[in-house]
């Protein structure tokens, strides 16, 4: 910075533009997000009462689950309410031997609670307690914990979670073109302005505006097609494990191959249908060729 130039100040904006163009999410690393919780409790409920060799798994079940509600934040709440308290209450002792009734009812709030969370209902609650916990300072583990339900709930919803976040970073950003995509994809234009005329522009639009825009873009619906199309090359090859161009993924055809059989962190670069959560993908099914 030169002599006698100042720094502009850093906005809200400016932090949750930032927060969401941070590293790609890995909940395996981290703690269990509120959907992964639910899933805990649906999975144990059907393991029997709290007895036994039960006893240790139901209290970290439940204490996951009490720690992952105690960390959403409070437009999520009110959503979730009053299924959560009557989830929470049918916990709030021990399901003992005789307690198959409470069990059940717990199982099937977990249910309900699963089906709202893929529903995308929770998305505009989720991004208002993205932005209440920039503008408020609430902490790094806080906003932390709010981008991650955030992008859980995306891919739960059916959603390019990374994409869009992305998109909503630029938005945040005021970057002219990601404001004119959001409007495009919303259909507040019909007519899009050349790219070369507003690459490396300000929208100028307002923080809070740009805010609305985005709240808005995550309400909606993900697009109707998805398609995922894998070639494989073999005389070709990228510099890192993954690399996209626009809507194109180019994965390292090695490295595909050496994860998509194991479990662990690595296996949360490649797409879900690469990787089912229950068992090992075939190697015999990966494509040939150093680049997909």
């Given at each position: ?20 163009r ?52 409070p ?20 399901p ?197």
């Amino acid at each position: 910075m030169g002599e006698g130039e100042t720094r502009a100040a850093r906005t809200w904006a400016d932090e949750v533009a930032q927060t969401l163009r941070g590293s790609k999410i890995d909940a395996a690393q981290g703690e269990l997000t509120w959907p992964d919780a639910l899933e805990q409790l649906r999975a144990r409920a059907g393991d029997g009462p709290y007895t036994g060799r039960q006893r240790q798994p139901w209290q970290a079940t439940i204490a996951d689950l009490r720690h992952a509600a105690s960390q959403l934040g409070p437009a999520v709440r009110q959503q979730l309410e009053p299924r959560l308290s009557d989830l929470l209450a049918a916990l709030a002792t021990p399901p003992n031997a005789s307690a198959a009734d409470r069990i059940a009812r717990a199982a099937r709030l977990a249910d309900e609670l699963l089906t709202q969370a893929d529903s995308g209902q929770l998305l505009p609650a989720a991004w208002r307690d993205l932005l209440g916990s920039v503008r408020n300072s609430a902490g790094t583990d806080a906003l932390d914990g709010r981008r991650e339900l955030l992008h859980v709930l995306l891919q739960r919803s059916q959603h390019q979670a990374d994409r869009l976040c992305r998109q909503l970073s630029g938005v945040m950003r005021d970057d002219a073109v990601s404001v004119q995509r959001a409007q495009m994809r919303l259909g507040d234009l019909d007519v899009a302005a050349p790219l070369r005329d507003i690459v490396g522009s300000a929208a100028g639009w307002s923080a809070q505006a740009r805010a609305d825009l985005c709240e808005r873009l995550v309400a909606a619906q993900p697009l109707a097609a998805h398609h995922v199309v894998w070639h494989a090359f073999r005389r070709a090859a990228i510099s890192k494990m993954v690399e996209e161009y626009g809507p194109v993924t180019l994965y390292d055809g090695e490295c595909c191959v050496g994860t998509c059989s194991m479990t662990g962190h690595s296996r949360a670069l490649y797409l879900p249908r690469q990787r089912p959560t229950t068992a090992s993908f075939p190697r015999k099914c990966c494509l040939r060729g150093r680049m997909w």
